[in-house]
């Protein structure tokens, strides 16, 4: 590893790439000692006149002669920063991979809500991998990391710019691969479960994002009391599904309660299984991504308060020229 700091010579043969694409080296903000280089923000071009105006900069990395880490920061009106990834020892095929990428559909943009989304672009097959998403939406800001293991489930995180009660099944509504939403001292917290591949996850987690986004627009955009009377029977269906572990312990407790009546042989294989069933359970139990919560089922309650806000919040989405669009695909092309 390469801990000297960059000197002039290594500046120039790094940044010539940079120069040849327009590129304009900000050597204040750069750190030789650190060896990163910052590049000049650029306006991007826009695809067409409706749309958001976006600002560009380029970060590399230089952790050693021959690995490089690129970094491509576009910027939101609405105040949202997107980025792009990669690493690889050639300098030019990585600015070459991270410009052939339209930078549009890093945001999508509804009423009340404006999502950006970073990804690690993996070359030479330009993949697209998302790493985490942030979502302004009414005040909250909502952000997911993926996890770094296959199998285990993204990572979701609310915070609020003002006191706001937020019921603990405002996820779960959306399906059942969503978690609850428990609070803790400076925010919320939850859980998105990912099935598939690294491309079909990745697509999942921004789909389900926008759907969580527009579903706490219009849910916080109205009374409380709505919230029960239009998610009725969704939060009944949460609250039954949060039952089931409780009913699968009673079931297995009834059941061997039941064992000594079935008239089994004692030399049957059917006692050798029984007989094991206890430490079998407990290892699929410790094999389980998540440890199941056993409670009481609770029916879904009726939300009194006039307001989802103690005190009114300042709106942290700056407000554009351009009219917000939804985008209809991921980054790639990907649905």
């Known amino acids: 590893m390469a801990t000297s700091p960059l000197t002039h010579h290594e500046i120039l043969g790094l940044i010539e790439p940079f120069t040849r694409s327009g590129r304009r080296l900000d050597l204040a903000g750069s750190d030789r000692v650190q060896r990163c280089l910052v590049f000049k923000p650029e306006t991007c071009p826009n695809p067409s006149a409706s749309a958001p105006t976006l600002t560009d900069r380029l970060e590399l990395d230089c952790p050693s002669e021959t690995r490089f880490v690129l970094r491509r920061i576009v910027v939101h009106p609405a105040g949202l920063q997107a980025t792009l990834q990669t690493e690889g020892a050639d300098v030019d095929s990585l600015l070459a991979g991270l410009q052939a990428l339209a930078p549009e559909p890093l945001f999508r943009s509804g009423d009340g809500w404006c999502m950006a989304c970073n990804h690690r672009l993996v070359l030479p097959t330009n993949t697209l991998q998302l790493s985490s998403a942030e979502v302004q939406v009414q005040g909250l800001s909502l952000r997911l990391k993926m996890p770094a293991v296959k199998g285990y489930p993204a990572e979701l995180e609310f915070t609020a710019n003002a006191a706001i009660d937020l019921p603990d099944d405002l996820l779960q509504v959306l399906g059942r691969h969503w978690a609850r939403l428990t609070r803790h001292p400076k925010n919320w917290r939850s859980s998105l479960r990912l099935p598939g591949s690294d491309s079909e996850r990745s697509r999942l987690a921004v789909n389900q994002l926008e759907l969580a986004a527009r579903h706490v627009a219009q849910t916080l955009a109205q009374p409380p009391s709505l919230f029960h009377q239009q998610q009725a029977g969704a939060r009944w269906r949460v609250a039954a599904r949060r039952a089931v572990p409780l009913l699968i312990l009673l079931g297995l407790v009834l059941g061997s309660l039941a064992v000594p009546y079935l008239g089994i042989a004692?030399?049957?294989?059917?006692?050798?299984?029984?007989?094991?069933?206890?430490?079998?359970?407990?290892?699929?139990?410790?094999?389980?991504?998540?440890?199941?919560?056993?409670?009481?089922?609770?029916?879904?309650?009726?939300?009194?308060?006039?307001?989802?806000?103690?005190?009114?919040?300042?709106?942290?989405?700056?407000?554009?020229?351009?009219?917000?669009?939804?985008?209809?695909?991921?980054?790639?092309?990907?649905?």
């Open 266 to 335: 004692q030399n049957s294989v059917y006692w050798m299984l029984i007989f094991n069933a206890p430490p079998l359970l407990l290892l699929w139990g410790f094999c389980l991504r998540e440890m199941p919560s056993f409670e009481l089922p609770r029916p879904p309650r009726r939300l009194t308060a006039a307001s989802w806000w103690a005190t009114p919040p300042v709106d942290t989405l700056v407000n554009s020229p351009h009219p917000t669009t939804s985008a209809t695909t991921a980054p790639g092309g990907a649905p």
